[in-house]
């Protein structure tokens, strides 16, 4: 069935035109790089895989509960609509909210793929040119992976958010050519790899948490490389230009913490939009929520050299500016530690498995 039959809203055209600027760039210094970057270069080619074969695709989702997704945390919980709906109705709103989630996950790892691409047109250097090729690679296999996800076990898919779709051409749209690292290793990626972390950690579902752990695990490394590129080029620019990308972040992080409230669910519901908002921003589920998901961007955006009083002061008003003394580092190999020991569970699992069916078919051999 083609996905635009599996859309729960409208979503207008089936291809989004950015036009296109700035500068394609090429490097004739074939032997020269930076050593933590062709470090990471070499670790991004070590650590492809293949989504067909490391995801365990036979496991089973429950569509009308693919997360183990608590009602406290649905923002109609508690309210008038919430007590009308019947128990398969709470399912199917289960199923709505994972698919918005994962749609915007899906959504947001191709605006990677097409970002990564615009890095290697576009970035002076050629060390940074070879490790944004291998993201391209991942980003591709995130969005085959999110996509299958959402076709064969949920069945259904949202538009990309209004607010996500402006942070996206807003990046493109940029002539400059770090503009793509900030406005997507950092922001984007950044805000994902907290959101793909708080699922992972709390879901109880198999197939989900697999998903997202092989996902954070490349994620780790693109925000590596946005911070290795932009800490060496910021502290090139003069005050006036590292304003200008604050203003930015800034715009950025307010788009992205009012695209998280999920309120076209909920008007695909039958609740008016802003009684839906009110529920939202209601929620302390989502205001925790929202809040967490700046865990990774706050500590990124201080280690890059962008810090100055009016950033800060937005991080303020935004209850987050605590989250720049986080250890981003920690945070990376957490990630990394997981994924890993997830796979040393699932194989070694695997392992004693066909040595019971061995042993199980030699006995009945011998008997």
Request: glycine share 6%; proline share 4%; charged share 30%.
């Given at each position: 069935?083609?996905?635009?039959?599996?859309?729960?809203?409208e979503?207008?055209?089936s291809?989004?035109?950015?036009?296109?600027?700035?500068?394609?760039?090429?490097?004739w210094?074939?032997?020269?790089?930076?050593?933590?970057?062709?470090?990471?270069?070499?670790?991004?080619?070590?650590?492809?895989?293949?989504?067909?074969?490391?995801?365990d695709?036979?496991?089973?989702?429950?569509?009308?509960?693919?997360?183990?997704?608590?009602?406290?945390?649905?923002?109609?919980?508690?309210?008038?609509h919430?007590?009308?709906?019947?128990?398969?109705?709470?399912?199917?709103?289960?199923?709505?909210?994972a698919?918005?989630?994962?749609?915007?996950?899906?959504?947001?790892?191709?605006?990677?793929?097409?970002?990564?691409?615009?890095i290697?047109?576009?970035?002076?250097?050629?060390?940074?040119?070879?490790?944004?090729?291998?993201?391209?690679?991942?980003?591709?296999?995130?969005?085959?992976?999110?996509?299958?996800?959402?076709h064969?076990?949920?069945?259904?898919?949202y538009?990309?958010?209004?607010?996500?779709?402006?942070?996206?051409?807003?990046?493109?749209?940029?002539?400059?050519?770090?503009?793509?690292?900030?406005?997507?290793?950092?922001?984007?990626?950044?805000?994902?790899?907290?959101?793909?972390?708080m699922?992972?950690d709390?879901?109880?579902?198999?197939?989900?948490?697999?998903?997202?752990?092989?996902?954070?695990?490349?994620?780790?490394?693109?925000?590596?490389f946005?911070?290795?590129?932009?800490?060496?080029?910021?502290?090139?620019?003069?005050?006036?230009?590292?304003?200008?990308?604050?203003?930015?972040?800034?715009e950025?992080?307010?788009?992205?913490?009012?695209r998280?409230?999920?309120?076209?669910?909920?008007?695909?519901?039958?609740?008016?939009k802003?009684?839906?908002?009110?529920?939202?921003?209601?929620?302390?589920?989502?205001?925790?929520?929202?809040r967490?998901?700046?865990?990774?961007?706050?500590?990124?955006?201080?280690?890059?050299?962008?810090?100055?009083?009016?950033?800060?002061?937005?991080?303020?008003?935004?209850?987050?500016?605590?989250?720049?003394?986080?250890?981003?580092?920690?945070?990376m190999?957490?990630?990394?530690?997981?994924?890993?020991?997830?796979?040393?569970?699932?194989?070694?699992?695997?392992?004693?498995?066909?040595?019971?069916e061995?042993?199980?078919?030699?006995?009945?051999?011998?008997?």
């Amino acid at each position: 069935m083609p996905t635009f039959d599996r859309y729960a809203t409208e979503p207008g055209d089936s291809h989004w035109q950015v036009p296109a600027t700035g500068a394609a760039r090429f490097s004739w210094e074939y032997d020269d790089g930076r050593e933590r970057l062709l470090a990471l270069y070499q670790k991004g080619k070590d650590k492809q895989w293949d989504g067909q074969k490391r995801i365990d695709w036979d496991l089973e989702v429950d569509p009308y509960d693919p997360l183990g997704t608590p009602d406290e945390s649905m923002s109609l919980y508690g309210t008038r609509h919430w007590d009308k709906l019947s128990d398969r109705d709470r399912g199917e709103l289960r199923r709505h909210y994972a698919s918005w989630q994962f749609s915007q996950f899906l959504h947001g790892e191709q605006g990677a793929m097409v970002c990564a691409a615009r890095i290697v047109e576009s970035v002076p250097d050629l060390d940074a040119k070879f490790y944004s090729a291998t993201q391209v690679m991942d980003e591709a296999r995130h969005a085959e992976i999110y996509g299958r996800f959402l076709h064969e076990k949920i069945g259904l898919l949202y538009p990309i958010n209004d607010n996500l779709q402006s942070l996206l051409g807003d990046t493109l749209r940029d002539s400059r050519w770090d503009m793509p690292y900030l406005g997507m290793q950092v922001l984007i990626e950044g805000l994902a790899l907290a959101a793909f972390g708080m699922i992972r950690d709390t879901t109880d579902k198999p197939l989900p948490q697999q998903i997202l752990a092989y996902v954070m695990q490349d994620e780790a490394r693109h925000v590596a490389f946005g911070r290795m590129a932009l800490r060496d080029y910021y502290k090139q620019l003069t005050d006036a230009e590292l304003r200008e990308r604050e203003e930015f972040v800034i715009e950025g992080c307010y788009l992205m913490r009012d695209r998280l409230r999920g309120v076209e669910v909920l008007e695909n519901f039958g609740v008016p939009k802003a009684e839906a908002e009110e529920y939202s921003e209601r929620s302390e589920f989502l205001a925790l929520f929202r809040r967490l998901l700046f865990s990774r961007i706050v500590p990124c955006v201080r280690d890059i050299g962008l810090w100055g009083r009016r950033l800060q002061q937005a991080y303020v008003d935004m209850g987050v500016l605590e989250m720049g003394d986080a250890s981003l580092d920690q945070l990376m190999r957490q990630d990394e530690e997981i994924a890993e020991k997830l796979d040393a569970e699932r194989f070694a699992a695997e392992e004693r498995e066909r040595v019971a069916e061995v042993e199980a078919a030699i006995e009945a051999g011998s008997s």
